[in-house]
Every structure is written in structure tokens, then in C-alpha cells.
């Protein structure tokens, strides 16, 4: 009979931890883990962060979870959806207690039907997210990489077409503090839920994501757009804070394939920006730090 040392034991757990918190640094559900609290496909619950990121609740407090849904050249948040609308979903997360040494989160748009099924299509995440297919058809935006130099995710959510009804957003978050493994971090005890109301539909586009690249990113004084455009005509460079307003402007007319762009940051304060590519068909989202 084989008698298996408890040593050997506690150093495969602690490797296993090490493995699942490896995995699950490049967002949860990439690595096949689903933790937004949301309903499953077989009729139960999601769990949240918090399943396997508890033991840092005294040192980082629990998450808070801001969102507003904005759509092109509005301000304003929208509780109301319109169907087909396009809308720039920014996610900050903050923290009540002691600064995490990174941040990540999850989240997934669900119809309130039951059975509940994927609402809309999520798209154009910016640098340090991602969207994420799962079984079912299921969508989730979640980070890319741990976020350690602020607190902020943006991405675009395209609403479904008429006659979904009610839409819920589905979230949860975890402060982190690096050590290689779930312990001493904080994740949500419960999901952050929002609902939309559907409103009257309207004609828009469902823009096709244009491949990019940004840096520097923190920028200091200058920075470059990276960009592959599909398609020659003309295109809307954008700078946009974080309240929504449009701070910097160009118009351009560009050619299909890979071309670079000077972002326009003068007079800028330090802080963080969204900047966007707008074409007929096509378009980018992604956040920009100034220092």
C-alpha cells in the first residue's frame, strides 16, 4: 500500500492555487471559470470572485463597482436601452480600504427571460480587457491582464434588436495583491446588477472592431495610434474624458491597411481618456493614462 506524505499533499494544493491564479490572471472565464453571479445554463447561479478571493476582505474592503453606458456623442448614462444602439461601457472599480496592488473583474449581459440567454454583442475592448466566448453562446468582457495602473475597463455593447425586453448586466470584481496565488486577495461576495429597460428601436451600426495599437501608454506628452482601417474613406479621431465630453476632435481620410496616427493630447491634464476611431463601418475603443 502506497502512503502519500501530507508535505507532498499541501505542495500540490498550494501549485494548484498557484495554477488557477495563474490561469485566471488573464481573465476567469478565458480560463474556463465563470464568476459573475449571473444564471448558468443549466439553471443554477454563478458564483463571484469571492468563491476563491476572500482572505484579503479586512486588508482591501469589498469591491465597488461603478458602470454608465454611454452612447456615441451622448453624456449622459442610459438606463434605457435602444435596441441596435451601440453604447461604450466603462467599468471602474475601486476599493474602500488599502490600495490592491491590481485589479480585475467580469461581467456578461443576459436577457431577464427564463431561461436567461446572451443579450447583444460586446466588442472593441481597450488595452488590458477582453471579450471572452463561453459554451452556450454565453459573452463575457472580463480584464486581459491584471490592471495595476488604474481602476478603469472599457468596451462597446451592442443591444439586441426589438422585442428582448428587459436587459441585465451581470458583474464582479476582485482586488488583488499579486502574490502569486487567491489568498490575500478580495473578491465580491455578491454580483453587481443592472437592469435596462428596452426603448424604441432605431437604424444604427454595428461597428466592426479596426485592430490597433496604442503607445506609449501611460503617454507623456505624445502618443501614437497604431491602426489597420478595413476599408479607405473617412474616419473621426476622438479624445474623450471620462464624464463622456469630447475634448479632442480630428477628421481623417484614411486608406485600408496599417497606418499611424498622432493622438492629439495637447493641453491635457493628467488622467484617463478614451480614445475612438469612428468609420462608416468600423471602429475602435481604448483607454489612454496621461501622465
Not at 437604424?203 to 472592431?209: D, G, H, L, W, Y
Request: net charge negative; hydrophobic share 35%; aromatic share 8%.
Amino acid at each position: 500500500m502506497t502512503i502519500f506524505n501530507h508535505r507532498y499533499l499541501a505542495i500540490f494544493a498550494a501549485l494548484g492555487l498557484a495554477i488557477f491564479f495563474l490561469a485566471s490572471s488573464g481573465g476567469p472565464a478565458a480560463a474556463g471559470n465563470y464568476f459573475t453571479g449571473a444564471p448558468t445554463l443549466g439553471g443554477g447561479t454563478e458564483g463571484t470572485c469571492n468563491t476563491c478571493h476572500s482572505s484579503g476582505a479586512s486588508t482591501y474592503g469589498e469591491p465597488i463597482i461603478n458602470v454608465s453606458l454611454v452612447a456615441d456623442g451622448e453624456t449622459n448614462p442610459i438606463t434605457e436601452y435602444t435596441p441596435g444602439q451601440t453604447y461604450m461601457v466603462t467599468v471602474a472599480v475601486g476599493y474602500p480600504s488599502a490600495k490592491p496592488e491590481a485589479i480585475g473583474f467580469s461581467s456578461q449581459f443576459l436577457t431577464a427571460s427564463s431561461p436567461a440567454a446572451t443579450a447583444g454583442v460586446l466588442g472593441n475592448p481597450s488595452e488590458g480587457a477582453q471579450i471572452t466566448s463561453a459554451p452556450g453562446d454565453r459573452r463575457y468582457a472580463e480584464q486581459s491582464t491584471p490592471n495595476t495602473t488604474d481602476s478603469l475597463f472599457i468596451f462597446e455593447w451592442t443591444a439586441p434588436e426589438a422585442g428582448t425586453g428587459e436587459v441585465k448586466m451581470y458583474l464582479s470584481a476582485n482586488l488583488v495583491d499579486r502574490n502569486r496565488s487567491t489568498g490575500g486577495d478580495s473578491g465580491s461576495t455578491s454580483p453587481t446588477i443592472i437592469s435596462f429597460t428596452e426603448g424604441v428601436p432605431s437604424a444604427v451600426n454595428n461597428f466592426a472592431a479596426i485592430p490597433h495599437r496604442l503607445f506609449p501608454n501611460p503617454a507623456y506628452g505624445s502618443a501614437t495610434l497604431q491602426v489597420s482601417p478595413p476599408t479607405s474613406g473617412s474616419y473621426e479621431l476622438s479624445v474623450t474624458g471620462m464624464n463622456g465630453q469630447t475634448l479632442r476632435t480630428e477628421r481623417l481620410q484614411l486608406t485600408a491597411g496599417a497606418t499611424q496616427l498622432a493622438v492629439p493630447l495637447e493641453g491635457l491634464k493628467t488622467g484617463v481618456y478614451v480614445v475612438s476611431l469612428t468609420g462608416t463601418e468600423s471602429r475602435l475603443v481604448t483607454r489612454l493614462l496621461v501622465n
